[in-house]
């Protein structure tokens, strides 16, 4: 099993940054990838970023060049982090972001409880 708890969501104004991160505890060594999810109201849940265990990194159309995922090496046994940097933020951007950690031989996918992020002015 893994939890994950996800951090950094605030109220924003266009043209801003944030930076979110995703703490997993648990089964960590068995983690094969990372993402960061999306859902908007009213719209389904869509992927924004991943990253697997040995770095490779997938971006949607409508975030790259403006976010950036990324991955603590693990440090100890006990939590690995993850992040996605958000620059040049815009009304699009808002959204309920949830990040979900695939496991080995697992055939279901983690998630967290998700953070709102707000772009407004």
């Known amino acids: 099993q893994v939890q994950l708890v996800e951090s950094g969501g605030d109220l924003v104004q266009p043209g801003g940054s944030l930076n979110l991160s995703c703490v997993a505890s648990?089964?960590?060594?068995?983690?094969?990838?990372m993402a960061w999810y999306r859902q908007a109201p009213g719209k389904e849940r869509e992927l924004v970023a991943s990253?697997?265990?040995?770095?490779?990194?997938?971006?949607?159309?409508s975030v790259k060049g403006r976010f950036t995922i990324s991955k603590d090496n693990v440090k100890n046994m006990l939590t690995l982090q993850w992040n996605l940097q958000m620059n040049s933020l815009s009304s699009a951007d808002t959204a309920v972001y949830y990040c979900?950690?695939?496991?080995?031989?697992?055939?279901?996918?983690?998630w967290g409880q998700g953070t709102q992020v707000t772009v407004s002015a």
């Open positions: 648990g089964a960590i060594l068995a983690i094969n990838s």
């Open positions: 990253i697997t265990s040995n770095g490779n990194i997938n971006y949607a159309d």
């Open positions: 979900q950690a695939k496991v080995k031989y697992v055939t279901y996918d983690f």
